[in-house]
């Protein structure tokens, strides 16, 4: 299977940056670890806006480990509230913060086994902060990444570490650091979760779960029971 040209299809159908691309072009000679790491674990099950809006408003007062290690819990809470289950988020970042102070002089690491030993930090925040922070290869998979996977048949899998694993043995190398920010934004503009967009799709014709006509055949049926309810209404008047 040819993953460039995959990837090149996919790649010309989206539209505007992903949230962390975004983070990195502001600054892109002076790209900031932390805040990379801190606004990944933010996302945590919210929207890129949210995550955006969370990640401003934290930033725009405390802007460094160790001003958020010393920060009151009760104020990260509600600078981060609209990312969503802000309680548990303002707690790992404290606790993610005060580690990285005490123990890695206020350097996120650039290694994945020591990234995945702080509070909150799984496999996809460890691999978006190798990718987006230090441009280090890796494939971060979050539900999009591994909805897509599976959909299109390039692996068969449960979880998302899972699907990790297989598909760090099927794409090539080169192409790690660009699969999330190009599969994310496609599972949320056009593979998305419920009613994928798969007359937009690319890569229709790889894809082993083709909904089209699934969704034909819904909407001709809509359109049959909404014509019904029209005609019983017309007989009425």
């Known amino acids: 299977m040819d993953f460039y040209e995959i990837f090149k299809k996919i790649k010309q159908s989206l539209n505007g940056l992903s949230h962390l691309d975004e983070l990195v072009q502001r600054t892109p000679k002076n790209i900031d670890p932390y805040k990379i790491l801190i606004s990944t674990i933010l996302s945590v099950r919210t929207k890129d806006k949210n995550t955006s809006a969370a990640t401003d408003k934290l930033f725009t007062k405390y802007n460094t480990p160790k001003m958020i290690a010393e920060a009151e819990l009760e104020d990260i809470e509600e600078l ?6 802000y309680k548990t988020k303002a707690q790992r970042i404290k606790q ?3 580690i990285i102070v005490e123990k890695y002089n206020g350097q996120v690491p650039k290694d994945f086994n020591e990234l995945i030993k702080l509070p909150g930090v799984g496999n996809k925040v460890a691999n978006c902060v190798l990718i987006y922070a230090y441009k280090i290869p890796a494939i971060a998979v979050d539900i999009h990444v591994h909805r897509i996977s599976n959909r299109t048949g390039w692996v068969d899998t449960k979880t998302p570490e899972q699907t990790e694993k297989e598909l760090r043995k099927i ?3 080169n192409l790690w650091i660009d699969s999330n ?3 994310v934004k496609f599972g949320q503009q056009i593979c998305r979760p419920t009613y994928p967009k798969c007359n937009l799709c690319p890569i229709i ?3 082993k779960k083709n ?3 699934s969704f034909t055949k819904i909407k001709k049926k809509r359109n049959k029971t909404h014509l019904n309810k029209s005609s019983k209404k017309t007989i009425k008047n």
């Open 96 to 98: 993610v913060s005060q």
């Open 171 to 173: 794409f090539p190398k």
């Open 205 to 207: 014709d790889i894809c």
């Open 211 to 213: 909904f089209s006509k």
């Open 181 to 183: 920010r190009l599969l």
């Open 80 to 85: 981060i509230y609209v990312s969503g289950t």
